[in-house]
């Protein structure tokens, strides 16, 4: 039984094997510790063929039942309030669940079957409704023969798993341990020790290997009852690297090169009176997957994500919380005291063919740069973008790839594919380069890393100037310090830190030059703009109203003034300044509207509007194709602060209800009952043509919105579609403002949005929405 992937366990149910039966006195402790809410979801993990997920339907559950064998739900019954779901939930995480959260979770006969447990309770518990029951069921190796021991837990097992709750409470279901886990309390994570050490065991390796992922290896020792990192001391006339990579063998399985190990530090604290020296090594290449070689001292092995480590529940090995602490500076707190001796990096060479194929594409990718405009011919751009291996900051990404001036290679993926790291487009970093307007010697703060940019700001502002990356994950920062020592930019300071408020920490009020975002911002918090110098510089991709422009400021009198706008798209910052679009799906999910900014407007009558005869109007507003048009919806985004949404048609599920916009999301006019949205048709037959814009609107309303929208188009063509955009300026959210009856606002958190389209911004545009295609 000890099956451990799909294909083992569809064979099971293929031959027609089941599992033990749902008995009577499981049944009987469901009804009394989780019976069925009034319109109670729940989730059925490791469902097999659905014999519990069927129970608690008949309870009055709705339950997404969920399995990473396909052949299980072929053979599974069905019933109508009971979804089936091939899911591997260790493997592809809780994003892709069919709903955010449950009343009820049940793991029955599989979490023996689960090798990164914490990890993925982490996850589960993170599912569960405020008020919410999580239920496993599990064998116990009392009850179970020796040779099917990898079935059941054991005590330490459970005692494991009950921890982290403000309620646990175990039962007997006929020799199955019934688990009831309510109130997830995520601790605080402590260190401990061993034992005495012998003298021989005072030095030695403590080795962080992380997965593709990014997660790091922890075993738990059996003996002492603490998570730590494989490792362990030296053998005679053995250095640390070597001592690394024989250790990881020998505890894991995994093998390694140790002329691929790096060692960042060592560290001197001491145990029981006596000092103790540990090597912490880092170990990124690998072959091989983790088991158990020395069972009596190490019971499991498990890959945790990076952000959970904070608040493990058990305790972590102190040697291994000082390693820990080297590569991801910050992340743990509260440590014991420690020595830290880094050691001093070299750049590493690569292959000599490698590289000159890597110069030959970087100086063509420059060339177009510089033919298509984004920067200047002889500029102290030019010459950072020609020097610096983008490559060497893109491990696995085709060369070709790295140096496409237009592409931005992801550098993470969450499990259900949403990216939340990336390397921006070249072209889009020379622009924001040429915006931030940097002069050697300066100080410049970037909030959003991954190396390669920060390399650049470097080359940029020499050797006296100052260069500090931030970003949230410890992952992305691990990533930009390797990198930035490989290639030689050991100047650069990398934070591990919430960017929204790490500027007030790492610089004094009007200290900094520039500050450089390269995340999505919905807002500008005030630690950006009173670190800045008068007449400093904030380059930020800032979102209004769902569109992204970088935008380009100069701090004056207290103030940021935009004088640029670049439209683009970055992924969003992440942490406590995320803050999502307000959304609201109809027609079953086929169409979604979202709100970004303003007040979103009643929603629950356009389900009827959308039933509604289409009016239709188009403007005899024209542009030619491929030409970008994003100064028209910031225009309209700025004068319909109200009501203002983006419309999208899901095309797996389009109905032909609405005629989905090409390229971004429509702009869209909601008003109560009734909404209209932007479109465009090819006038002509010659090459790209020009395109018209037009509105579609649906509702009692519909004519009165169809006019609104098209007297707007109309007034853009006539005044604005020339301009380089609006003045805009940032004001105080409590500030208040005597403005002009042509200026717009738009409110954030901290911040209130003034434009006044009266004049025009200096600047020159370079990309936009894209415009119509065939």
Not at 105 to 115: G, K, S
Not at 269 to 292: C, F, K, L, N, Q
Not at 701 to 716: G, K, M, R, Y
């Amino acid at each position: 039984m000890a099956f451990t992937t799909p294909d083992e366990w569809d064979s099971h149910y293929a031959n027609g094997k089941t599992f033990r039966q749902l008995g009577d006195s499981e049944r009987r402790l469901l009804a009394e510790h989780a019976p069925a809410p009034d319109q109670g979801l729940a989730l059925d993990v490791g469902c097999g063929l659905g014999e519990l997920a069927r129970h608690l339907a008949e309870t009055g559950y709705t339950v997404d039942a969920v399995d990473f064998a396909p052949a299980a739900l072929t053979h599974a019954p069905t019933t109508p309030a009971v979804t089936y779901l091939v899911h591997d939930i260790e493997r592809d995480g809780t994003n892709g669940l069919p709903h955010p959260a449950y009343d009820l979770i049940t793991i029955r006969l599989t979490w023996a079957f689960v090798r990164d447990r914490t990890r993925v309770m982490n996850r589960l518990r993170e599912r569960l409704r405020p008020d919410g029951t999580l239920v496993v069921i599990t064998p116990t190796i009392t009850n179970v023969p020796e040779d099917r021991r990898d079935i059941a837990l054991d005590e330490d097992e459970l005692g494991l798993l009950c921890e982290g709750w403000r309620f646990a409470e175990r039962h007997d279901a006929d020799g199955l341990a019934f688990i009831v886990l309510r109130g997830p309390a995520p601790g605080h994570v402590t260190c401990a020790g061993k034992n005495e050490p012998s003298a021989h065991a005072l030095t030695g390796a403590g080795v962080v290997v992380t997965d593709p992922m990014g997660r790091v290896l922890l075993g738990w020792s059996r003996r002492r009852g603490v998570w730590e990192l494989p490792g362990g001391k030296n053998e005679a006339d053995e250095d640390f690297l070597v001592t690394a990579v024989r250790e990881l063998r020998e505890e894991t399985g995994l093998t390694a090169d140790p002329g691929s190990a790096r060692l960042p530090a060592l560290l001197m604290d001491s145990t029981h009176g006596i000092p103790r020296m540990t090597a912490a090594v880092r170990i990124t290449a690998y072959t091989g997957e983790p088991v158990v070689t020395e069972p009596d001292l190490t019971s499991r092995w498990e890959w945790h994500e990076v952000t959970d480590l904070p608040h493990l529940d058990q305790q972590l090995f102190t040697p291994s919380a000082h390693v820990i602490d080297t590569v991801w500076p910050g992340l743990l707190t509260g440590l014991p005291p420690v020595h830290r001796y880094p050691i001093t990096l070299t750049t590493i060479p690569e292959a000599a063919q490698q590289a000159q194929e890597a110069a030959e594409l970087r100086q063509v990718m420059v060339d177009r740069l510089i033919e298509d405009g984004y920067m200047d011919a002889g500029s102290a751009i030019e010459a950072a973008i020609r020097h610096v291996p983008r490559h060497r900051f893109l491990p696995g990404v085709a060369l070709a790839d790295a140096y496409d001036s237009k592409k931005a290679p992801v550098t993470k993926q969450t499990s259900d594919g949403r990216t939340t790291s990336s390397v921006s487009a070249p072209w889009l970093q020379a622009v924001m380069l040429r915006d931030a307007a940097l002069q050697p010697g300066d100080t410049v703060i970037e909030i959003g890393s991954g190396g390669y940019n920060a390399a650049l700001l470097q080359e940029l502002t020499g050797p006296h100037g100052t260069v500090i990356t931030v970003d949230i994950d410890p992952y992305v920062t691990d990533r930009a310090r390797r990198f930035l020592d490989d290639t030689g930019y050991h100047q650069v300071h990398v934070h591990l830190g919430d960017g929204e408020q790490a500027p007030a920490a790492l610089a004094g009020p009007g200290s900094v030059d520039a500050v450089v975002v390269t995340v999505e911002a919905r807002d500008i918090p005030p630690a950006w703009t009173s670190c800045l110098a008068e007449g400093g510089r904030l380059v930020v991709p800032l979102r209004i109203h769902g569109y992204t422009w970088s935008v380009a400021f100069t701090k004056r009198d207290g103030l940021l003034v935009a004088d640029r706008f670049e439209v683009c798209g970055f992924v969003p910052l992440q942490g406590p300044g995320h803050r999502p679009d307000r959304t609201v799906e109809l027609r079953g999910g086929e169409i979604t509207v979202r709100f970004a900014d303003g007040t979103p407007t009643d929603t629950s009558r356009l389900e009827a509007a959308l039933d509604m005869p289409r009016t239709e109007r188009w403007t005899g507003v024209t542009i030619p194709g491929q030409v970008p048009f994003d100064k028209l919806m910031l225009w309209l985004a700025t004068h319909l602060d109200t009501g203002f949404a983006r419309l999208a048609v899901d095309k797996a599920l389009d109905t032909g209800v609405l005629q989905p916009s090409k390229g971004s999301d429509a702009a869209t006019l909601v008003r109560d009952d009734s909404l209209a949205h932007v479109l465009t048709r090819k006038v002509g037959d010659d090459g790209d043509g020009l395109w018209e814009f037009g509105i579609h609107s649906y509702g009692p309303h519909a004519e009165d919105l169809t006019e609104i929208t098209a007297s707007l188009i109309a007034a853009w063509d006539r005044t604005a579609r020339d301009s380089t955009g609006p003045t805009l300026t940032v004001q105080p959210a409590d500030a208040h403002l005597c403005l002009p009856r042509s200026a717009r606002t738009i409110a954030k958190t901290h911040t209130r949005l003034v434009f006044d389209w009266t004049g025009s911004a200096a600047g020159t545009d370079h990309g936009g929405i894209d415009g119509p295609q065939a």
